[in-house]
């Protein structure tokens, strides 16, 4: 089983948590703020982390566009939807809310990456155009968050390698990859040929 380890030097410290029951079951949800900055974010859980040996995890970046307001520009929406059903189907796993809007360019900037994707740019080409890297997630602070909920190995609810490696590079074994396979909609069939094409993802 996992236990709850102690971090040394933590960039997040949890500190705040309540009963969270969803259209998806019943959560708790566990506030996290960062020790260097006015970064917030939040763990929805189900059930007892460290009681299982590899809970099943889905790290999930924030998306004004998709998660809130439905844009079909995107899956991110259904994939947060589709983690937090698998979720509340059993009896233990999280959902950890990054804030790392348009991966880690932030709201302003991945709406003109937005506007560049209109001129026909992909999403790679759109952000690289702004001068940025294609994605600039970090996956520190996740980490540290499982390690504060007690987990050390995940079964990873993602698409996503960089993500995986992320969290491997900070210490937490992924033991496997469930992929969150979305179908295509008009609006973002070339967005995720380009997620599959250029950033690995498995689709």
């Not at 040394?8 to 410290?13: M, Q």
């Not at 009681?51 to 924030?62: C, T």
């Not at 307001?69 to 259904?78: E, P």
């Not at 990456?113 to 294609?134: I, M, R, S, W």
Request: hydrophobic share 40%; aromatic share 6%; proline share 4%.
């Amino acid at each position: 089983m996992n236990q709850l380890l102690r971090v040394p030097n933590p960039l997040v410290t949890r500190d705040a948590e309540a009963l969270l029951p969803s259209r998806f079951g019943d959560f708790k949800v566990i506030a996290f703020r960062s020790t260097i900055d006015a970064w917030e974010t939040c763990a929805v859980v189900r059930g007892d982390l460290a009681s299982v040996e590899a809970p099943p995890v889905r790290l999930h970046s924030e998306c004004f566009t998709g998660d809130i307001m439905g844009s079909l520009r995107c899956d991110c929406r259904d994939q947060l939807e589709s983690a937090l059903r698998y979720i509340g189907d059993r009896d233990v796993g999280a959902v950890l809310y990054l804030r790392q809007e348009g991966r880690g360019i932030g709201l302003v900037n991945k709406i003109r990456a937005y506007g560049l994707q209109d001129q026909g740019l992909d999403t790679v080409e759109a952000n690289q155009a702004l001068g940025f890297e294609d994605d600039l997630r970090r996956y520190e602070e996740a980490a540290q968050m499982l390690q504060q909920l007690g987990v050390s190995q995940v079964r990873l609810l993602s698409n996503n390698p960089r993500k995986r490696d992320g969290l491997i590079a900070h210490d937490i074994t992924v033991v496997e990859m469930l992929p969150l396979r979305i179908g295509p909609n008009p609006h973002n069939a070339f967005y995720l040929q380009t997620k599959r094409l250029k950033s690995g993802h498995l689709l």
